[in-house]
Structure formats: structure tokens, C-alpha cells
């Protein structure tokens, strides 16, 4: 399979939160605004990255037993230094996302062994088009969720209502309806069950 | 929070790690399938739970409050504790042929994520293990309820596009929203 289709493949076909069930966390923990949503799935998309690229030219000098340890190590490492940078250039978004930033190391792994193939170059175009995929789904519940629980999206009001058409969309009930809704309209779009896959 | 039975209340239902904080999903949209498997890994995920945060008690004291060194020591505590219970009850009879791999030991969000909250909620000593345990078994009694949920709705005329994941992700919703008017 060619690079391309291992990338359009991390979007569409095997987009980690709509059709194999790996990030479900930040994709209801942290899409309550829609800024946590895009920012969650860029960092963890450049983690996952970094993590990725060293851990495939480390491969050859470590046994494969070790290396889902060496993928969470790396994971760790960038995790820290990401929160390290971030925490100073934004403050605000990185103290509001609270424990679900440290999460990353954890299901940035799902991410990462979802964008694992046999060959380097497809792992790494997989692994981006994982993480745009992953990306494009938290951005667009945290839309959603926005929108429907206090009338704005990324920050801006759109909607200046007494009561919002559904509060609830704000906490993570909401968020666990929301994303089940929006998985359902995926499938009836895509043709699919619904049924996860393994 | 100042006994155990607050602990108690809190992590079962009001701070519940799976309706409230959307950790564990790993396990809930791979071992709700029935009841069985659902008690099975509730059991696990509880006893690697209670496990971490005695571990976690006992080094405590030496972990350096900065981010940086404290999340390879938790990262550390789960892992080794999962893979504990992955190993004792991969051995046993009573769950025999249970998935409880040591990939999916590592996914757990809900175990990294208790010791974080312990953490940021100052718990500290011997409230560590009521802490882990209370929020061990809040998670399993969500498994199992949403696995029982899950085998009516396998009889329900749910349309296909709702099938699976979505029906059950919404059933979760419905139930926190349910338990949001019992919150203590």
C-alpha cells in the first residue's frame, strides 16, 4: 500500500475515534470548548509524531519484546517536554485541560500502535494522517458541544439565548451523547454498522 | 473528604472515573459485550487499582511534586501493576480466555488517571487505598450495568447506524445524567 493511501487511510477509513475506538477519552474529556479540542489533537498529534520517528530508528538496536516500552517512554518524554513549552506559551488552555494533558502518554500509545505497518515511511504517513483524522474529529465535537452548550464557538457567541438549546452538550454526559450521535451519522453517511472493529 | 464511606459515595457515583471523567472508554467499548466479561475486567481494573495506589502511598513521599518526574513514576506504578493482575488472573481458571492483554493493561486511562486525580486532590496516606478502591469499583459497577444495558439493547430494534459503540456511548450519557441528581 502507498504512502498516500496509509495517510488518507489514518483519516477516513481507520480514523481512530469513529471507527477504532482509541481516544474516546480527550474526545469527550476535553472537546467541552472547541479550542481544547484542535489543541489536544495538535499536540498529541506532533507527540505521537516525535515518538514515532525516534522510535523507528531506535528499533533496530532494541528487542521487540521492549518496544511497546520504548514507544511509552518516548511518549512520556515528549509528553513532558510538550507540557513544558506549552505550559508557558499557553497557560490558560494547558492548566484548563488539567489531567487529560499527562493522559496523552496513554492514549497517544493507542494512536501510535494504531499508525504501526510494516514499513517506516507508511508508519510515519499513517501516523499523521492518524493524528489529522484524530484532529479533525475532537475540533469537530468540540464545535458541536460548544455551540450547543453556551451558543459559541472558539469563544465567539453566535447564539445569545436565556437557556442554550442543550446545557448538557457542556459536560461529559453531553459529550458521551454527542459523540454517539455524531458516530451514528458517520455510519448512516458511510454505510457501516457500528460494530468496533477487533 | 473525611472518611471512607466519602470516598465511597464519590467514586462510585458522583466522581464516577467513567461517567464523569470519561477515563477507562477503552474498556468500556471492548468489555461491555455481556455481563461476564464486564465483571471479569471490573475486577481486574479494580485490584490494579487498589495495587497502584498502595504502591503509591508507600512512594509518595519521594516523588517530586514537578511534572516532569511525576508522571514516569505513575506511568511506572500502573504499568507494573496492571501487568501484575494481567499475569495472576491470565493464570487463572475463572477467567480463562479473558482479553486482559498486557497492550490493553497499558491503555487503561482509568489507572493513570486516578493516581493523577489522587494527586491533584492532595489525597495522601492510607485515604490513597479507599481512593483507588472506591474509584476501582465505581468504574467496574459502570462496566457491568452498561454491559447489562448493552445485552437488552442487542434485543432492542436499534437502527443500524446506531448499533454497537454509538447506542452505548448514548446509554452512558443517559445514565450520568441520571446519577448527576444524586451528587453529593
Same mark, same amino acid.
Given at each position: ?37 484542535l ?38 518524554i515528549?509528553t ?46 499513517k ?29 465567539k ?42 | ?40 475486567a471490573?475486577?481486574g ?38 501487568? #501484575?493482575?494481567?499475569?495472576?488472573? +491470565? ?5 480463562? @480466555? /479473558?482479553?486482559?492483554? =498486557?497492550?490493553? $493493561? &497499558?491503555?487503561?486511562t ?6 493523577l486525580?489522587? #494527586?491533584n486532590?492532595?489525597?495522601? +496516606? ?5 481512593? @483507588? /478502591?472506591?474509584?476501582? =469499583?465505581?468504574? $467496574? &459497577?459502570?462496566l ?18 446506531l448499533?454497537?459503540?454509538?447506542i ?10 441520571a ?6
Amino acid at each position: 500500500m502507498g504512502v498516500v493511501k496509509r495517510f488518507l487511510q489514518g483519516i477516513f477509513s481507520e480514523n481512530p475515534v469513529l471507527f477504532l475506538m482509541i481516544g474516546l477519552v480527550p474526545a469527550i474529556g476535553v472537546t467541552h470548548l472547541a479550542v481544547n479540542g484542535l489543541f489536544v489533537g495538535i499536540t498529541t498529534t506532533a507527540v505521537v509524531l516525535a515518538a514515532l520517528i525516534v522510535g523507528l530508528i531506535l528499533t533496530k538496536v532494541v528487542p521487540n519484546e521492549a518496544q511497546s516500552f520504548l514507544y511509552l517512554a518516548l511518549l512520556a518524554i515528549f509528553t513532558t517536554l510538550a507540557h513544558r513549552i506549552l505550559v508557558v506559551a499557553y497557560p490558560e488552555i494547558v492548566v484548563g485541560l488539567g489531567m487529560y494533558f499527562p493522559l496523552m502518554v496513554v492514549y497517544g500509545f493507542g494512536l501510535l500502535k494504531a499508525s504501526l505497518v510494516n514499513n517506516p515511511i507508511e508508519s510515519v504517513a499513517k501516523g499523521l494522517g492518524t493524528g489529522i483524522g484524530f484532529t479533525i474529529i475532537l475540533t469537530l465535537v468540540g464545535v458541536i458541544r460548544e455551540f450547543l452548550g453556551a451558543g459559541e464557538i472558539f469563544g465567539k457567541t453566535i447564539l445569545e439565548l436565556d437557556m442554550q438549546i442543550f446545557s448538557l452538550a457542556s459536560t461529559v454526559p453531553g459529550g458521551f451523547v454527542i459523540l454517539g450521535l455524531l458516530m451514528a451519522l458517520i455510519n448512516a453517511i458511510t454505510k457501516k454498522g457500528g460494530e468496533i472493529n477487533g | 473528604m473525611a472518611n471512607g464511606l466519602d470516598f465511597l459515595a464519590n467514586g462510585v457515583v458522583s466522581n464516577n472515573l467513567l461517567l464523569f471523567q470519561a477515563l477507562g472508554l477503552f474498556a468500556l467499548t471492548r468489555y461491555t459485550r455481556d455481563s461476564l466479561t464486564a465483571v471479569k475486567a471490573g475486577l481486574g481494573i479494580l485490584l490494579s487499582m487498589v495495587t497502584a495506589t498502595v504502591v503509591l502511598w508507600g512512594v509518595n513521599q519521594w516523588i517530586p511534586a514537578s511534572f516532569g518526574l511525576e508522571l514516569p513514576v505513575l506511568l511506572l506504578i500502573a504499568l507494573c501493576s496492571s501487568f #501484575l493482575w494481567q499475569k495472576i488472573l +491470565g493464570g487463572s481458571k475463572w477467567v480463562e @480466555g /479473558f482479553d486482559y492483554s =498486557l497492550t490493553s $493493561g &497499558l491503555l487503561n486511562t482509568a489507572i493513570v488517571g486516578a493516581l493523577l486525580l489522587s #494527586l491533584n486532590d492532595g489525597v495522601a +496516606g492510607s485515604a490513597l487505598v479507599s481512593y @483507588g /478502591f472506591s474509584a476501582g =469499583l465505581g468504574l $467496574g &459497577l459502570a462496566l457491568v450495568v452498561l454491559a447489562g444495558i448493552r445485552e437488552r439493547l442487542e434485543m432492542a430494534p436499534v437502527p443500524k447506524a446506531l448499533q454497537g459503540v454509538p447506542i452505548l456511548l448514548i446509554s452512558a450519557g443517559l445514565l450520568a445524567m441520571a446519577l448527576m441528581g444524586f451528587r453529593f
